[in-house]
């Protein structure tokens, strides 16, 4: 019961259907595998040496989750720096606000 209410904090889990925390980062790790075991494939179709591909494979994993980082902190940065509101997480979709003027 303890475990169960930490865990739905840390992860922001919504009974209500939405798209949450852990349907995130499940959906992050099995793209990042797709997207490693791709590397490999071009690294070894390329090079024709498994050592390699394994290779090049290994450092792009760690390399694109650091980028990846950044990359959601300086998109943070200028959502925050231009007040761009977010209706429940998507940047694209009008504010309410937007919806009650018209």
Request: aromatic fraction near 16%; charged fraction near 20%; hydrophobic fraction near 40%.
């Amino acid at each position: 019961m303890i475990f169960d209410s930490l865990f739905q904090k840390v992860f922001s889990i919504s009974h209500s259907g939405k798209k949450n925390g852990v349907i995130s980062f499940t959906k992050a790790l099995s793209w990042r595998i797709i997207g490693t075991l791709d590397t490999m494939l071009v690294s070894y179709w390329i090079t024709g040496r498994v050592k390699y591909a394994l290779s090049i494979g290994s450092v792009e994993l760690f390399t694109k989750i650091i980028l990846y980082y950044f990359h959601e902190r300086i998109w943070e940065s200028l959502v925050a720096y231009f007040n761009i509101k977010s209706n429940q997480g998507n940047l694209y979709a009008p504010s309410q606000d937007a919806e009650s003027k018209t």
